[in-house]
C-alpha cells in the first residue's frame, strides 16, 4: 500500500518548532559536529520526569508509574501508557496493576519508538480516553519510557481533536512545557491526521 502524502511545509514547520531553542527549553539540543560545521541535532532528555502540559495532563517518562502512592499524591486519576509491554523500551503496566488500591482508569498501547510503527488508528481511541478524564474531573499521566516521543504525538493528537488545535499550535504549547521531539515517522501521521480533521470540518 502506497504511503498517503502529506504537508511537507507543515512537517517542516513543525521540525522546525521542535529543533529550535525557546525560554523554557534552552538547552534541549544538543548541536553534534567539527568546529562551526554542525551536522546533526539529537534531543537531550528531558530536565523533569514528567511536566504538566495541559491543564490536566502530565506528560513523562516511567519512572515513578509503578509508585501508586506517588502517582495518588499527584492527583492522578487516568494512566495513558504509550509504550504497554514486555519488550525492550517498553513499560509492563496494564489495567489489574492500578485497580488498587488507588482504581487509576488505564488504558495502553503497545508502540514501539521506531519510525514504521503505526500509531494512527490508536490516536483517536487515546484522545477519548484523555477527554473523558478530563471532562470527569481527572488528572492523566501519559507516558512513554521518556515522555518525548510516543506520548508527546498522543497529547498532540488530544490538543488537535478535543481543543480544535491545529498540529502546529498543539507542537508549540507543549513544547513550550516540555522537551519533546516526536520520532518523523510519527509526525507525519500526525500531518495525516490535521488533514484528516481538516476534510472532515
Not at 88 to 110: L, M, R, V, W
Amino acid at each position: 500500500m502506497a504511503q498517503e502524502p502529506i504537508d511537507l511545509k507543515l512537517f517542516s514547520e513543525v521540525k522546525a518548532v521542535l529543533t529550535s531553542n525557546n525560554n523554557d527549553t534552552s538547552d534541549a539540543f544538543c548541536k553534534a559536529g567539527v568546529g562551526a560545521f554542525k551536522y546533526f541535532a539529537f534531543p537531550m532528555p528531558p530536565k523533569n520526569n514528567y511536566d504538566m502540559v495541559y491543564e490536566g495532563i502530565f506528560l513523562g517518562g516511567n519512572k515513578c508509574v509503578k509508585r501508586l502512592d506517588e502517582l495518588s499524591n499527584m492527583g492522578v486519576t487516568h494512566m495513558l501508557n504509550v509504550s504497554m509491554g514486555p519488550k525492550f523500551n517498553q513499560t509492563d503496566t496494564d489495567s489489574e496493576f492500578y485497580k488498587s488500591p488507588y482504581n487509576i482508569a488505564f488504558h495502553g498501547i503497545p508502540a514501539m519508538d521506531v519510525i514504521t510503527f503505526k500509531l494512527l488508528p490508536y490516536l483517536r481511541p487515546a484522545a477519548e480516553f484523555i477527554n473523558k478524564a478530563l471532562a470527569d474531573g481527572g488528572k492523566v499521566y501519559v507516558h512513554c519510557q521518556q515522555g518525548v516521543s510516543r506520548s508527546a504525538t498522543v497529547v498532540l493528537a488530544f490538543l488537535m481533536l478535543h481543543r480544535d488545535m491545529n498540529l502546529l499550535d498543539a507542537v508549540k504549547l507543549v513544547r513550550s512545557k516540555r522537551e519533546i521531539f516526536p520520532n518523523d515517522g510519527f509526525l507525519k501521521q500526525l500531518c495525516i491526521l490535521q488533514k484528516e480533521i481538516s476534510q472532515k470540518d
